[in-house]
């Protein structure tokens, strides 16, 4: 009956109790838990894991598609849709027997696209790309283009589905100074929806030719010398036609990375 990615109904969220952190907002409550350990047997799988989101009337582009590890935003469709907002630290566990009294909301679910997307958000938090520190300083930090590219990609959030970094190749070098470079390749995945393919790849391509251009401007000096960091090239390719061979060969970027900025830097697990 229950699976995973299912909604809890009003009554089963007030009956157990459940309350958004922010506890004015009226929380929405999906299942984390997948389907093959809902099934088991409560004394040997007793209890569920959910997490507790809230209804958000705008959506953030960098929140959509799992592109951020910490917060997803993602739409839910049926007889009234909307958008919910979901913090990856806001879990609980509740006990299967209870949940067992209820039955799942059914006038509001995810897509199987959207499904996907919750099964990656969830795996992301525990399976995140490591770059080298040095490297991380030098972009978020030394230079700020993190934090400049997230806020490019924000008006594209529907578009762009991933952003995938290749640092020296995947080889771990030990840089010193900027005039020691790190080499850079930038990936945009978007995607390419059956009415608006052209338009798709319009923007995607306008967004690379931007994020080239910040990268120059910031670390391209006048004697035509790379600083910190030398971008080889930013390209955008459609999900279509990203082979698993070049998926592979690929780090992806969090638009969330808190973690950069932490001290002392907190690495990641590589994908």
């Known amino acids: 009956m229950w699976r995973q990615g299912h909604l809890l109904s009003d009554d089963a969220i007030d009956a157990l109790k459940i309350n958004h952190r922010d506890g004015d907002e009226r929380p929405i409550v999906i299942v984390a838990t997948h389907d093959c350990d809902l099934a088991q047997d409560p004394e040997q799988e007793p209890n569920v894991e959910v997490v507790v989101g809230r209804f958000v009337g705008c959506r953030d582009g960098n929140c959509t598609h799992a592109k951020n590890a910490r917060r997803l935003h ?3 469709v049926g007889n009234i849709p909307f958008w919910g907002e979901f913090e990856a630290t806001d879990k609980l566990s509740i006990d299967k027997i209870s ?7 059914c006038n509001a ?10 099964q990656i958000w969830l795996a992301s938090r525990y399976r995140r790309s490591a770059f080298p520190d040095e490297f991380e300083r030098r972009l978020t930090r030394e230079t700020k283009l993190a934090d400049k590219i997230s806020r490019m990609i924000k008006p594209y959030g529907e578009i762009i589905t991933g952003v995938f970094f290749d640092v020296d190749s995947g080889e ?24 608006s393919s052209e338009a798709s790849e319009g923007m995607a391509f306008k967004l690379a030719q931007a994020i080239e251009k910040v990268f120059k401007e910031k670390l391209f000096d006048p004697a035509n010398k790379w600083q910190h960091i030398e971008l080889r090239f930013c390209d955008a390719i459609s999900e279509s036609a990203l082979t698993y061979d070049i998926f592979r060969q690929l780090k992806r970027w969090r638009l969330d990375h808190i973690s950069l900025g932490a001290d002392p830097q907190q690495p990641g697990i590589a994908e």
Request: charged content about 20%; overall charge negative.
């Open 74 to 76: 993602i739409e839910f």
């Open 99 to 105: 949940l067992n009294k209820f039955t799942p909301q």
């Open 109 to 118: 679910y995810l897509t199987s696209e959207g499904q996907a997307t919750f």
């Open 172 to 195: 771990e070098v030990t840089r010193s100074g900027p005039d020691d470079t790190y080499v850079l390749d930038i990936t945009i995945l978007y995607t390419s929806p059956p009415d």
